[in-house]
């Protein structure tokens, strides 16, 4: 069984450019979150999608949207990339659903590691 | 909104040891899970083990156990016989169950190292 798929793993872009990156959930799996990690503030939600809906949103500025496709393929966007944007963006994927067995595990991908010069 | 609060940024145990890693949670739901994740120098977060808070009885996975303590809002990680592939930063989270809230608050980490 396939596992969270983020692509690309490492970009470079500069200071008012955007960005897209691309997150494929397990198979079978609904829902999508997104969050950004840096080492001053951790690990933070962006955004969950559910059935092409976004359904939960953090704190962050509009420049930071996403959206989910039909088969719960997802992409976020940054558009007017700041320095501090640089960050870990990580993906994870979940049922959607609360589970009958009990917790929702959500599946995490490798992470789209982003630096903006 | 839910807080979570990791007090050790760091910790070291000798290889074959016990550790234990704290934390502290902060929510007025009485329903919710509560995970920790390790995260190893590849940056791949990988779920170690889970609890539901219904339960009463702690979550054990081989040789990692947590000691969750609802009303003191406590979720510890035991790891025994540590081993070199333990080494790594682990994290706790916070999940709600409601439908629209169910996102992971993490707390700011531990990083474990693992003396040979």
């Known amino acids: 069984k396939a596992g969270v798929t983020q692509t690309p793993r490492y970009l470079i872009k500069t200071r008012g450019q955007q960005v897209t990156l691309s997150c494929s959930p397990i198979s079978g799996h609904r829902s999508v979150s997104w969050y950004q990690q840096t080492p001053g503030q951790g690990l933070q939600f962006l955004f969950e999608?559910?059935?092409?809906?976004?359904?939960n949103k953090g704190n962050f500025p509009g420049r930071f949207s996403g959206r989910q496709f039909s088969n719960s393929r997802s992409e976020m966007n940054v558009s007017t990339l700041e320095l501090g944007d640089s960050a870990l963006y990580l993906c994870?994927?979940?049922?959607?659903?609360?589970?009958?067995?009990?917790?929702?595990?959500?599946?995490f991908g490798a992470g789209s590691r982003l630096t903006v010069l | 909104a839910q807080t979570v609060t990791q007090s050790q940024p760091e910790m070291s145990v000798q290889e074959a040891e016990t550790v234990t890693l704290s934390c502290t949670y902060d929510t007025s739901e009485s329903d919710y899970y509560l995970f920790w994740y390790k995260q190893p120098p590849s940056r791949q977060m990988i779920l170690v083990i889970r609890q539901e808070a219904y339960k009463q009885q702690n979550a054990t996975e081989n040789r990692f156990s947590v000691n969750f303590q609802k009303a003191a809002k406590s979720f510890s990680l035991k790891i025994s016989d540590s081993q070199l592939g333990d080494a790594a930063m682990y994290f706790c989270a916070y999940r709600g169950v409601n439908f629209g809230n169910e996102k992971l608050t993490f707390g700011t980490g531990t990083r474990l190292t693992i003396i040979p």
């Open positions: 994870a994927s979940g049922l959607g659903v609360r589970a009958f067995s009990g917790a929702n595990v959500l599946t």
């Open positions: 999608y559910f059935s092409e809906t976004q359904r």
